[in-house]
């Protein structure tokens, strides 16, 4: 069998083993011009039995002047001669990685990103297809073996990620792209920023490989096996992540909730691969967050301190709560604002957190026995409008229902074991500086109804 159709072949089996796409479908393929895209858009346009629709598209980096033109009007060129349409883009990499601080590696990486998903929506193509082969994959798993990595990021480059993109390559090797081309009589870009061993990759694929090829001369098959077996393996841990998380975590106002009792019966193993699923799910992606993170998630739970916080990536915030677990953006909902809320009148207030006060006027003989914790009465006569709401200060204190002595309102809380992430959302109803309720939880002495009170408010808390 000819590398011609040997390649066709393993392309189609590749296809339909991963369900990649489907005949019919309208993909975007990535092309730079180099060897690999070059061939992986001839075998798209020949590949028998599918008929897709193709549409090309190239990012030109400006990073190699008069080369990276060069590589622009090849591409035209490439795609014209095959008929297909061609979306290019122009981004000045080194530009745009001094203005975000990062190294030009990832500048082009996410320059990339943006671009291909731009060109997928506007076409509306059912995914993005990209030349990476299996030395790529062999590069990526030691890449990430020298950095420190866990099993999925040594399971390398999946056939589909998150995004839509599709790897049909990653069981043929470049030497067999390089058979193709030739007997295709195929030309390609060569791109000489692969030669600069300042980049990690590079150094892998130029000094490494051969190093272990010394060792091993199968190390590339071998890499790509291991990956392959990482992978498998990989999902079936994840699928039983997702499933522990569906079972024991629940969403409030935002945020993931779970308690510490039912998360720490999971094996650690499986504790982390949660941990990155919540947070996965906060952020959109796991950009930024590393190991070190979600140990320090799981130290957190050991705390001796009931309240404590930790910040994590992306604005996210994980908190232990007493007995629970909350993973949010950093962001909490408040009452705060820039003045108190004034209450002259009887009537609904809305809180700027959700919900709201409702007060009104009830009759001298109203009963008051049972209220709930979210409704309390006081003596109009002695505790007038206006009154303030406001929400928790250090040093807020009142005394309490029943006793002579103040308490402080922090000691109230703690008492109730309100989590600190709820207490600046907590109402505080004040009548000439006097604190009067913690809405749900206390009311003070003072302003209590008695026996020859002749005018009651009563107000409800309502929460959102």
């Given at each position: 069998m000819t590398i011609d159709a040997a390649l066709?072949?393993?392309?189609?089996?590749?296809?339909?083993?991963?369900c990649l796409f489907q005949p019919n479908d309208t993909l975007i393929v990535a092309l730079s011009g180099g060897a690999d895209s070059t061939a992986l858009l001839d075998l798209l346009i020949r590949l028998?039995?599918?008929?897709?629709?193709?549409?090309s598209a190239h990012l030109n980096h400006c990073l190699r002047g008069a080369e990276?033109?060069?590589?622009?009007?090849?591409?035209?060129?490439?795609?014209?001669?095959?008929?297909?349409?061609?979306?290019?883009?122009?981004?000045?990499?080194?530009v745009l990685a001094e203005s975000k601080g990062l190294n030009l590696e990832d500048a082009g990486r996410r320059a990339r990103i943006a671009f291909l998903d731009s060109i997928r929506e506007k076409h509306g193509a059912a995914a993005i297809v990209t030349a990476h082969h299996g030395d790529d994959q062999a590069e990526t798993v030691l890449m990430r073996l020298l950095r420190g990595s866990g099993m999925t990021g040594l399971s390398g480059m999946p056939y589909r990620n998150r995004r839509g993109c599709v790897r049909p390559l990653l069981d043929v090797s470049r030497a067999q792209i390089e058979q193709y081309l030739a007997e295709r009589g195929l030309d390609w870009r060569e791109d000489a920023s692969n030669l600069d061993t300042s980049f990690l990759r590079n150094r892998i694929r130029h000094e490494l490989l051969p190093l272990l090829e010394q060792y091993n001369p199968a190390i590339r098959l071998n890499l790509t096996a291991t990956a392959a077996i990482l992978a498998d393996e990989d999902a079936l841990l994840e699928g039983l992540a997702e499933q522990?998380?569906?079972?024991?975590w629940r969403t409030e106002g935002g945020a993931y909730v779970c308690s510490i009792a039912e998360f720490k019966a999971h094996p650690p193993a499986l504790q982390r691969r949660i941990l990155r699923h919540v947070c996965r799910r906060l952020a959109g992606n796991l950009e930024g967050f590393n190991l070190g993170h979600i140990e320090s998630i799981r130290q957190l739970l050991d705390s001796p301190r009931p309240n404590s916080r930790i910040a994590l990536p992306q604005n996210i915030s994980a908190l232990r709560e007493y007995d629970r677990v909350v993973l949010r953006f950093s962001a909490e909902p408040s009452l705060s604002v820039a003045d108190d809320i004034v209450i002259a009148t009887p009537g609904h207030y809305p809180l700027p957190g959700g919900g709201m006060l409702a007060v009104e006027i009830c009759p001298a003989a109203f009963n008051l026995v049972d209220l709930?914790?979210?409704?309390?009465c006081f003596d109009l006569d002695r505790t007038p409008f206006p009154w303030r709401v406001r929400t928790f200060r250090p040093g807020d204190r009142m005394v309490p229902f029943g006793m002579?002595?103040?308490?402080?309102?922090?000691?109230?809380?703690?008492?109730?074991?309100?989590p600190l992430s709820e207490r600046r959302t907590i109402p505080l109803l004040f009548c000439c500086g006097e604190l009067l309720w913690i809405a749900g939880l206390r009311r003070a002495d003072s302003g209590r109804v008695i026996d020859t009170s002749t005018t009651i408010a009563k107000v409800s808390y309502i929460r959102d």
């Amino acid at each position: 069998m000819t590398i011609d159709a040997a390649l066709l072949s393993q392309l189609a089996q590749t296809i339909r083993k991963h369900c990649l796409f489907q005949p019919n479908d309208t993909l975007i393929v990535a092309l730079s011009g180099g060897a690999d895209s070059t061939a992986l858009l001839d075998l798209l346009i020949r590949l028998p039995g599918y008929d897709l629709r193709l549409v090309s598209a190239h990012l030109n980096h400006c990073l190699r002047g008069a080369e990276s033109d060069a590589d622009e009007e090849f591409c035209r060129k490439l795609a014209a001669g095959h008929g297909i349409p061609l979306e290019i883009s122009r981004v000045d990499v080194k530009v745009l990685a001094e203005s975000k601080g990062l190294n030009l590696e990832d500048a082009g990486r996410r320059a990339r990103i943006a671009f291909l998903d731009s060109i997928r929506e506007k076409h509306g193509a059912a995914a993005i297809v990209t030349a990476h082969h299996g030395d790529d994959q062999a590069e990526t798993v030691l890449m990430r073996l020298l950095r420190g990595s866990g099993m999925t990021g040594l399971s390398g480059m999946p056939y589909r990620n998150r995004r839509g993109c599709v790897r049909p390559l990653l069981d043929v090797s470049r030497a067999q792209i390089e058979q193709y081309l030739a007997e295709r009589g195929l030309d390609w870009r060569e791109d000489a920023s692969n030669l600069d061993t300042s980049f990690l990759r590079n150094r892998i694929r130029h000094e490494l490989l051969p190093l272990l090829e010394q060792y091993n001369p199968a190390i590339r098959l071998n890499l790509t096996a291991t990956a392959a077996i990482l992978a498998d393996e990989d999902a079936l841990l994840e699928g039983l992540a997702e499933q522990a998380f569906d079972s024991s975590w629940r969403t409030e106002g935002g945020a993931y909730v779970c308690s510490i009792a039912e998360f720490k019966a999971h094996p650690p193993a499986l504790q982390r691969r949660i941990l990155r699923h919540v947070c996965r799910r906060l952020a959109g992606n796991l950009e930024g967050f590393n190991l070190g993170h979600i140990e320090s998630i799981r130290q957190l739970l050991d705390s001796p301190r009931p309240n404590s916080r930790i910040a994590l990536p992306q604005n996210i915030s994980a908190l232990r709560e007493y007995d629970r677990v909350v993973l949010r953006f950093s962001a909490e909902p408040s009452l705060s604002v820039a003045d108190d809320i004034v209450i002259a009148t009887p009537g609904h207030y809305p809180l700027p957190g959700g919900g709201m006060l409702a007060v009104e006027i009830c009759p001298a003989a109203f009963n008051l026995v049972d209220l709930p914790a979210d409704r309390v009465c006081f003596d109009l006569d002695r505790t007038p409008f206006p009154w303030r709401v406001r929400t928790f200060r250090p040093g807020d204190r009142m005394v309490p229902f029943g006793m002579t002595g103040r308490k402080k309102v922090k000691d109230i809380f703690i008492d109730a074991k309100l989590p600190l992430s709820e207490r600046r959302t907590i109402p505080l109803l004040f009548c000439c500086g006097e604190l009067l309720w913690i809405a749900g939880l206390r009311r003070a002495d003072s302003g209590r109804v008695i026996d020859t009170s002749t005018t009651i408010a009563k107000v409800s808390y309502i929460r959102d």
